[in-house]
């Protein structure tokens, strides 16, 4: 540590603290994670779920984990530093976040969370405090809560922030996937053209209130494993025949409302992945067409493999220059180093110009069109499920607050208390 020189300390949380430090050798400026619990052996730090699930990742859209440090059996982890979270530029701000703005950014953490997700870990802990913010790049951070989709359940009760908990949990369903970090993204892109959070619920009760009263109560043809789960804890859902999201979020296009939709489903398995959620007609613009290739009177005759060529490497570059070193410990070691690209959109969209190009002067009839976007299917291997005590005679103390509720009319707003006193950095109240 006698390395790097504290600046401020921009925040404090249950597990530790982070501070502002610079670097003394490179003028480098890093966020260090200070851990409050005392390690006595490295096996207990390599072990940590935020080490082994960042030494595997390297993505442009994740927050870069430079070094881990023990000195006096004490846990330091360095960060690259970033400006804001999310949440920071959404408290204070009267405007509201153009769209271009909100999908620059939603289509970034899509692209982590499908390279997190292919990697075979999911986050459990996404909300506007854990994205990561400088100028117009974001980063997902905080892996504390973050899980291996291969791990087997029961997993953890409580997760994420309540706001952005997704119903399978609420529920208390011991197997969930992937996909609670979809219905997150959902929540967030709602509030990021609200600036209000779209499921503001004071208890866990209170949150399914909200949610019934936003989407609709779950029927059998909409979520028939949620009946299930809530009969299990004989929990009774509110009626509310929902009303459409147009109606809260205004100013939001046709396609984001599809989006978020979409990512809002009762059903797990009726949400996109995030791999089909960049494929959604909401962040069509974000794949750049050269000038060269778009429809004219004049065709540039460079053939279409050295323009594709050419436009993947201009792309990756302009997008993904950001790229650190992989994180190291005092003992050093070896990440896995991925290749981030744009996956098959850019390809996909440069070969439809190509061929309107070809066939515009035969019949504009026979052009391509762009496929509708359809959410996936009910096939998954989602199934629902409760934890309940040993004789199989209860459920857990949280499915016992939820057990004969009965909710008359609507209740009282209670902001929730957001779990970090962060100044500029993301959260650190992580599990371990």
């Given at each position: 540590m006698e390395r790097y020189k504290i600046i401020e300390e921009v925040g404090?949380?249950?597990?530790?603290?982070?501070?502002?430090?610079?670097?003394?050798?490179?003028g480098e400026v890093v966020a260090i994670k200070k851990m409050k619990k005392k390690y006595y052996t490295w096996e207990e730090c390599v072990n940590l779920r935020e080490v082994k699930s960042l030494r595997r990742m390297n993505h442009p859209n994740i927050v870069k984990l430079k070094e881990v440090i023990r000195e006096n059996n004490i846990l330091y982890f360095v960060f690259e530093f970033m400006e804001f979270n999310l949440y920071q530029l959404m408290k204070d701000r009267e405007?509201?976040?153009?769209?271009?703005?909100?999908?620059?950014?939603?289509?970034?953490?899509?692209?982590?969370?499908?390279?997190?997700?292919?990697?075979?870990?999911?986050?459990?802990?996404?909300?506007?405090?854990?994205l990561l913010v400088t100028r117009d790049v974001i980063k997902i951070a905080d892996f504390g809560l973050a899980r291996e989709i291969s791990s087997h359940p029961p997993y953890t009760e409580y997760v994420s922030t309540r706001w952005y908990r997704a119903p399978e949990i609420l529920l208390q369903s011991y197997l969930y996937s992937s996909k609670v970090d979809m219905w997150a993204m959902g929540a967030i892109i709602a509030e990021l053209f609200t600036l209000r959070p779209l499921f503001p619920g004071a208890s866990e009760a209170d949150e399914i209130y909200k949610i019934?009263?936003?989407?609709?109560?779950?029927?059998?043809?909409?979520?028939?494993?949620?009946?299930?789960?809530?009969?299990?804890?004989?929990?009774?859902?509110?009626?509310?025949?929902?009303?459409?999201?147009?109606?809260?979020?205004?100013?939001?296009?046709d396609n984001a409302i599809n989006l978020i939709t979409s990512l809002?489903?009762?059903?797990?398995?009726?949400?996109?992945?995030?791999?089909?959620?960049?494929?959604?007609?909401?962040?069509?613009?974000?794949?750049?067409?050269?000038?060269?290739?778009?429809?004219?009177?004049?065709?540039?005759?460079?053939?279409?493999?050295?323009?594709?060529?050419?436009?993947?490497?201009?792309?990756?570059?302009?997008?993904?220059?950001?790229?650190?070193?992989?994180?190291?410990?005092?003992?050093?070691?070896?990440?896995?180093?991925?290749?981030?690209?744009?996956?098959?959109?850019?390809?996909?969209?440069?070969?439809?110009?190509?061929?309107?190009?070809?066939?515009?002067?035969?019949?504009?009839?026979s052009s391509a069109k762009q496929p509708r976007y359809q959410p996936p299917g009910r096939k998954c291997p989602f199934a629902a499920s409760i934890k309940v005590d040993r004789n199989g005679?209860?459920?857990?103390?949280?499915?016992?607050?939820?057990?004969?509720?009965?909710?008359?009319?609507?209740?009282?707003?209670?902001?929730?208390?957001?779990?970090?006193?962060?100044?500029?950095?993301?959260s650190v109240d992580c599990g371990v």
């Open positions: 404090d949380g249950t597990f530790g603290s982070v501070c502002r430090a610079i670097n003394k050798l490179s405007k509201l976040f153009s769209e271009v703005e909100i999908r620059n950014w939603c289509f970034q953490v899509f692209q982590g969370l499908a390279y997190m997700h292919h990697c075979g870990y999911f986050h459990r802990d996404l909300k506007p405090e854990n019934c009263n936003v989407i609709g109560t779950p029927t059998k043809d909409s979520w028939p494993d949620g009946l299930n789960l809530a009969r299990a804890i004989n929990y009774q859902f509110p009626q509310f025949p929902g009303v459409h999201l147009s109606a809260l979020i205004p100013s939001a296009s809002c489903s009762w059903d797990p398995c009726k949400r996109p992945t995030a791999a089909e959620a960049l494929r959604h007609p909401f962040f069509q613009s974000c794949y750049y067409v050269p000038p060269s290739l778009r429809p004219r009177a004049a065709v540039s005759r460079t053939p279409p493999s050295a323009v594709l060529k050419g436009t993947l490497e201009q792309q990756s570059g302009r997008r993904f220059s950001a790229a650190l070193p992989n994180a190291k410990l005092t003992g050093s070691y070896s990440t896995v180093k991925t290749n981030a690209s744009l996956g098959t959109g850019v390809q996909r969209k440069l070969d439809m110009v190509n061929q309107d190009l070809s066939r515009n002067a035969i019949s504009l009839k005679n209860g459920a857990s103390d949280v499915a016992d607050k939820l057990a004969n509720v009965t909710i008359g009319s609507r209740r009282p707003y209670v902001a929730e208390s957001r779990h970090s006193t962060y100044k500029g950095w993301g």
